[in-house]
């Protein structure tokens, strides 16, 4: 299903909502949504540039299986 059919759905949906506790939820989140900072936007250069690298290593393939860095950490787990 399309994301314009989904919409077309939830506002229906909305039109015929009768509880006021779930509309004033959903006003919430909309207005949550609408403040939150991007995370982003918030972290460090420094912060930004490991992430970057992170994901350029996981596509070159340049990753640890996860048992194998358990195995070598588990005295600390």
Do not use: C, F
């Not at 919430?28 to 930004?48: C, G, N, V, Y």
């Amino acid at each position: 299903m399309s994301i314009q059919a989904e919409k077309l759905k939830l506002i229906e949906w909305l039109v015929n909502l009768k509880d006021k506790t779930t509309i004033e939820r959903l006003k919430w989140l909309k207005e949550d949504t609408a403040s939150a900072a991007d995370w982003w936007d918030e972290i460090s250069e420094a912060e930004r540039q490991s992430i970057e690298r992170g994901l350029k290593d996981s596509k070159e393939g340049k990753v640890i299986p996860h048992q194998e860095v358990r195995k070598k950490y588990e005295k600390w787990l």
